[in-house]
């Protein structure tokens, strides 16, 4: 019986992100993930407080956190290559799919059930994965205003086309994320205070 499943969350730490960038500070999957399920959490508590919508904010951190563990499998494909063609986006959803299968195959099957809603798209997931794409986007959109902020040009593309990106998403909580909390991520920690 193979139960990797944490062992192999654990290693989300070793996937190091924006490969083809040149970095100041490396991102690993693990950072990201982390981040990808606050911000996941706080669209979806901005939907039910203040749109009266009624979804899961915990599910929402959770689907976040593991939103990019098939990549301790399959790796990170940067986005460029990801989309570079409707073929290569079907084939590279594919070997997703099978490592998602993987991953939830590593569990002890009483386990399996509670944890392969995070892997899965249907119905319930449908509406809250779309507020993880989109603190996916705000989490890259900070790693480029980070990467700004330390002198790294190199990230003044992806800084400008991930925000268009967001705003094209016509998501008010996104909208609401960015306009209000985003600015604080450029200010030094005595200025947070």
């Known amino acids: 019986m193979n139960n990797g499943f944490f062992a192999l969350a654990a290693r989300m730490k070793y996937i190091n992100r924006w490969a083809l960038m040149r970095n100041v500070h490396a991102e690993n999957l693990a950072e990201h993930s982390f981040d990808v ?3 996941s959490h706080a669209l979806v508590t901005i939907a039910n407080v203040r749109f009266k919508k009624n979804l899961n904010s915990e599910k929402a951190a959770l689907l976040g956190l593991f939103h990019d563990m098939p990549e301790t499998l399959t790796g990170d494909l940067p986005t460029p290559v990801k989309y570079y063609s409707p073929d290569v986006r079907s084939a590279y959803q594919t070997v997703e799919e099978n490592a998602c299968k993987k991953i939830i195959s ?3 099957e009483d386990l399996r059930k509670e944890y392969e809603f995070a892997f899965e798209i249907n119905e319930e997931n449908a509406e809250i994965k ?3 794409k989109a603190a996916d986007k705000i989490s890259a959109l900070i790693k ?3 990467e700004q902020k330390a ?4 990230f003044n593309f992806a800084a400008t086309e991930t925000e268009k990106t967001i705003r094209n998403m016509n998501m008010p909580e996104a909208e609401i994320f960015i306009d209000e909390f985003l600015p604080s991520y ?3 920690l005595d200025e947070l205070g």
Do not use: D, H, Q
């Not at 002198?151 to 190199?154: R, T």
């Open 37 to 39: 399920a606050v911000i």
């Open 144 to 146: 480029c205003f980070e």
């Open 186 to 188: 450029l200010l030094s």
């Open 106 to 108: 590593m569990l002890p």
């Open 151 to 154: 002198g790294n040009s190199e």
């Open 130 to 132: 779309k507020y993880v």
